[in-house]
Structures are given as C-alpha cells and as structure tokens.
C-alpha cells in the first residue's frame, strides 16, 4: 500500500524475506498518494493479474516493501561481485515463494489486480516487463477462526512501483477494488495503515475511508495479522452494492 518504508524490514542475516513477513509489512504500507491525472493513465489498464503474472507481481512487492539492500564493501572485487551473485540468487528465491503463496490465495478467494500497460501482459521472468502497481483484495483475512468476521473484504497489499508514482495509479487500483467488492455484494472493505504515514492516510481518506473505532473484536483481528507493533490505524469504506450480486 509507499515510496520508502515508514518502519524497518530487516529479515534474519541469511535469510529471505518470506510471505508472511511481505503481508505483514505490506499492510501497513502505500504508495505516496498519487495526483488524479486521468491523462496519463491513457496507456495504463487495470486488470485481474493472470496465474502467470503472478511471478511478476511478486518481484513488485519485494521491491516496494523490502528492497534490495546496497552489498556490503569488499576488499577485493570478486568478493563485490559474489555478494551481489548471492544477493540476485536469494531475491529470485524470495519472489519463487512469494509467487507460490500469491497464487496459493487466488486459488481460495484473493483477487489480485495489476496496473499495467494497455494490451501487453506483464511478464513473469526475471528482466521481463515490470508491473506498474498492484493491489490484494481477499476475505480471508476476515474469517480467521480469532475474530470472524464477515460480510467485507480486506486489502492486504496495495504497491505502486516507484517509476510510476503520481499517475493515479493508486487511486485506479483502489476504485478497481472496490469495484470489486461491489460486484460481490458486501459491505465494503477494510485495511490497516501505519499511524506515522501521512502519505497513506492522506490516499486513503481522499478515496472515503475512515478510521474504525476500536472494539474487542476489531483489536482481535488487528492482532490476529500480526500489526499490534506498528501503531496501526484500520480503515473501512462502505461500498454500493451491485444488487445482481446479491
């Protein structure tokens, strides 16, 4: 959901940044909210992302929400260039699993959508045609045994790459989501964001979200992802609903 990280990202040394470590981070996060310039998403759609797609769309979140660190000094040049051979070896593997568990949640409910250019598929291997942004909208979040609660959805992801920024393109994937919800007749959506990110908030209540006021079972849920430690806000917006979903 930014163009730099509001909180540190900071795997264990030799490890790669997994699922559950993007999701957590990724929810409190967003692109700096972008300026409403309809112009230049002429050449841009917004559209459901393709199982094969689903590489490219990982390698989109871990640059966003957990970017490559710079290697480390070396003495000598080889040891320059074996750090960053291991580093580009580590970051595949991150975006193989990644990809895994993104396509793990369409296959029970997730839609994820994905800005890209106009008639040209995004391109899952690695060097291919970037994604310009992309959103996760799932009920899953929702119905976890701790708090279940229904009858909306949650977005857990909303990344914009940052080449792309002040386009409108956050602006487009959350009408894109919540277009979406419409279509499937519930209440509307919910989503966290960290308290210090201004540029979050400042997208979000732009769009009509508003924060929730604590209850048990909200904070119960808040906890149940894992974000009690980033001070978060969640938000809701009601969406219409398109009665033929009902």
């Given at each position: 959901?930014?163009?730099?990280?509001?909180?540190?990202?900071?795997?264990?040394?030799?490890?790669?940044?997994g699922?559950?470590?993007?999701?957590?981070?990724?929810?409190?996060?967003v692109?700096?909210?972008?300026?409403?310039?309809?112009?230049?998403?002429?050449?841009?759609?917004?559209?459901?992302?393709?199982?094969?797609e689903?590489?490219?769309?990982?390698?989109?979140?871990?640059d966003?929400?957990a970017?490559?660190?710079?290697?480390?000094?070396?003495?000598l040049?080889?040891?320059?260039s074996?750090?960053?051979?291991?580093?580009?070896?580590?970051?595949?593997?991150?975006?193989?699993?990644?990809?895994?568990?993104?396509?793990?949640?369409?296959?029970?409910?997730?839609?994820?959508?994905?800005?890209?250019?106009?008639?040209?598929p995004?391109?899952?291997?690695?060097?291919?045609?970037?994604l310009?942004g992309?959103?996760?909208?799932?009920?899953q979040?929702?119905?976890?045994?701790?708090?279940?609660?229904t009858g909306?959805?949650?977005?857990?992801?909303?990344?914009v790459?940052?080449?792309?920024r002040?386009?409108?393109?956050?602006?487009?994937?959350?009408r894109?989501?919540?277009?979406e919800?419409?279509?499937?007749?519930?209440e509307?959506?919910?989503?966290?964001?960290?308290?210090?990110?201004?540029?979050?908030?400042?997208?979000?209540?732009?769009?009509?979200y508003?924060?929730?006021?604590?209850?048990?079972?909200?904070?119960?849920?808040?906890?149940?992802?894992?974000?009690?430690?980033?001070?978060?806000?969640?938000m809701?917006?009601r969406?219409?609903?398109?009665?033929?979903?009902?």
């Open positions: 959901m930014l163009a730099a990280a509001l909180f540190a990202f900071a795997p264990p040394a030799g490890s790669s940044p699922r559950a470590d993007i999701f957590r981070v990724a929810r409190m996060k692109a700096p909210a972008p300026s409403e310039v309809p112009a230049s998403l002429q050449s841009h759609q917004v559209r459901i992302a393709g199982e094969d689903l590489q490219a769309v990982a390698r989109l979140m871990l966003v929400f970017p490559e660190s710079p290697a480390a000094p070396a003495l040049p080889f040891m320059t074996l750090l960053e051979a291991n580093q580009r070896t580590a970051r595949a593997a991150a975006a193989g699993r990644l990809a895994a568990e993104l396509s793990q949640r369409v296959a029970i409910g997730s839609t994820i959508f994905i800005a890209a250019e106009a008639g040209v995004a391109d899952g291997a690695e060097g291919g045609l970037p310009l992309t959103v996760d909208l799932s009920s979040e929702m119905e976890l045994p701790t708090h279940g609660l909306s959805l949650y977005m857990s992801t909303l990344a790459d940052s080449a792309h002040k386009r409108g393109l956050g602006r487009a994937l959350l894109a989501a919540e277009a919800a419409s279509a499937q007749g519930v509307g959506i919910y989503l966290h964001v960290e308290a210090a990110n201004a540029g979050a908030l400042s997208l979000y209540r732009g769009a009509g508003s924060a929730v006021q604590p209850t048990p079972l909200l904070t119960t849920f808040t906890r149940a992802l894992h974000l009690t430690h980033a001070d978060p806000i969640l809701f917006k969406v219409p609903c398109d009665g033929a979903a009902r």
